[in-house]
């Protein structure tokens, strides 16, 4: 089986990656630019001779068409996109091309090339948006209200890859992944970014000071190990052209995120202080999922308590930084 990660290199892709190298009889691919790698090559770093990585503009239809003939994978998944929401404020235009370009040249490359690959989407929390606290827990039939470029892109994809499966026959797959953290996260996420910045004041490297954003913004946290579990169980078990959430179905507060990963640092007594520079334009101030859709299709329970993924996180910067 050959299968294609868009976006390996990312912290969702390296883990997936490994997950699927698990699989027998897989042959495992995936895409770079090397225009955004930077320092990310280096989550792959364990498992680089055990995959293909192909270069590629996804933005650019006729290399996603190259790349996809080469492989003719039996399944895709879509992962590479802009997906930090404070950029997406800054740079809508290029979030919006970014995320909704390159999985439109895919789905037209396997069009045109006929070929009988499963696709995964990967969508998003964000592309609910503004709920209200009567339609809590967040089912899939809620309405799409995104309160960020971002969202809005996710929206796109999603709405897109439904549009290929009824117009073209697609066997496209959506999950709409709630919050999900755990090693390698980027340092610009936010429970990544404290404990980073705890592990600093840990070493001595800044002040016993940690700047922090909304705090009472409540998420629906899991375990990008589980995630990647639920990813693939998708592309067995679920129906073409429609979304599942993942998730947890029960909450955090950011404040409680803050106060477990400083209740767990070799220094006490850290300072905390609000940055203006951390608030968005608009948040979504509550994000809490109804999994049972995706539970009843494919029997996945999520097995990461998330204070182990925070330690976990917590003790990934301890041995990076």
């Known amino acids: 089986m050959n299968i294609l990660i868009t ?14 190298l698990t699989k027998p009889d897989v042959k495992v691919f995936g895409t770079v630019f090397s225009h955004h790698l930077g320092d990310e090559l280096k989550r792959i770093d364990h498992i680089k001779d055990k995959i293909t990585l192909l270069e590629c503009n996804l933005q650019n239809r006729v290399a996603a068409q190259r790349v996809i003939e080469k492989v003719k994978p039996d399944k895709i998944f879509h992962l590479a996109a802009q997906s930090f929401v404070p950029l997406s404020w800054a740079s809508p235009e290029d979030t919006l091309m970014n995320n909704i370009l390159s999985e439109l040249n895919i789905f037209e490359a396997v069009k045109d090339l006929g070929l009988n690959s499963i696709i995964h989407i990967a969508g998003s929390s964000e592309e609910y948006g503004l709920v209200y606290e009567n339609e809590v827990p967040i089912k899939e039939t809620n309405q799409l209200r995104p ?26 797959v959506v999950t709409r992944a709630f919050n999900h953290e755990g090693p390698r996260r980027g340092e610009q996420f936010v429970t990544s970014n404290f404990a980073k910045q705890i592990v600093e004041i840990e070493k001595g490297k800044k002040e016993p000071v940690i700047y922090v954003g909304n705090l009472e913004a409540k998420r629906d946290y899991l375990d990008v190990r589980d995630v990647v579990r639920a990813y693939w169980l998708a592309t067995e078990k679920c129906n073409y052209g429609e979304p599942y959430n993942i998730c947890a179905g029960k909450t955090w507060t950011i404040q409680s995120v803050l106060d477990f990963l400083l209740q767990q640092s070799t220094v006490k007594n850290i300072e905390v202080k609000q940055d203006p520079d951390r608030m968005r334009p608009s948040d979504v101030q509550v994000l809490l999922g109804d999994c049972s859709k995706f539970k009843t299709a494919t029997g996945w329970e999520p097995k990461i308590n998330f204070e182990k993924t925070l330690e976990d996180t917590l003790n990934y910067w301890r041995e990076l930084t």
């Open 147 to 172: 309160l960020s470029p971002y969202g809005v892109s996710k929206v796109a994809q999603d709405t897109l890859a439904c549009q290929y499966y009824y117009s073209h026959g697609l066997k496209t």
């Open 7 to 20: 976006g390996i290199t990312g912290f969702v892709g390296s883990h997936l990656a490994e997950y699927c």
